[in-house]
């Protein structure tokens, strides 16, 4: 069986079901990519981003207080609303993930270019 395979069969940490519309989705999984980050709120000062030598670089609180600072940037400053595309263009750069996830908070469509 192939790897991913045995992540994602019946029981598997990975479960994924089927969905009434047919898509695939994560039995005991956030829905959404917002989900994902609520659940993860909680961590707070552990470390969220960890550089190559191993210095800790962002805590959640740290990364969630900047994602949503510039998810605040985009709606109120910007107006812009769900729905909306937000280009992320910086390349590999830890603040790559704020934006990312801004993007996400603001309920935008983001769409990542490569540098």
Not at 10 to 17: D, N, S
Not at 30 to 56: I, K, Q, S
Not at 59 to 87: E, H, K, Q, S
């Amino acid at each position: 069986m192939p790897h991913t395979a045995a992540l994602t069969a019946p029981g598997a940490p990975f479960e994924v079901v089927r969905a009434e519309n047919g898509s695939l989705m994560y039995a005991d999984g956030p829905r959404t990519l917002r989900e994902f980050v609520e659940t993860t709120w909680a961590y707070g000062e552990r470390p969220f981003l960890v550089g190559d030598d191993g210095a800790h670089l962002l805590t959640y609180g740290d990364f969630f207080a900047a994602a949503t600072a510039l998810a605040n940037l985009f709606v109120d400053t910007y107006g812009l609303r769900p729905g909306d595309r937000a280009a992320v263009l910086m390349g590999d750069r830890p603040e790559w993930q704020s934006a990312f996830w801004a993007t996400q908070l603001a309920g935008l469509v983001a769409i990542p270019l490569g540098a």
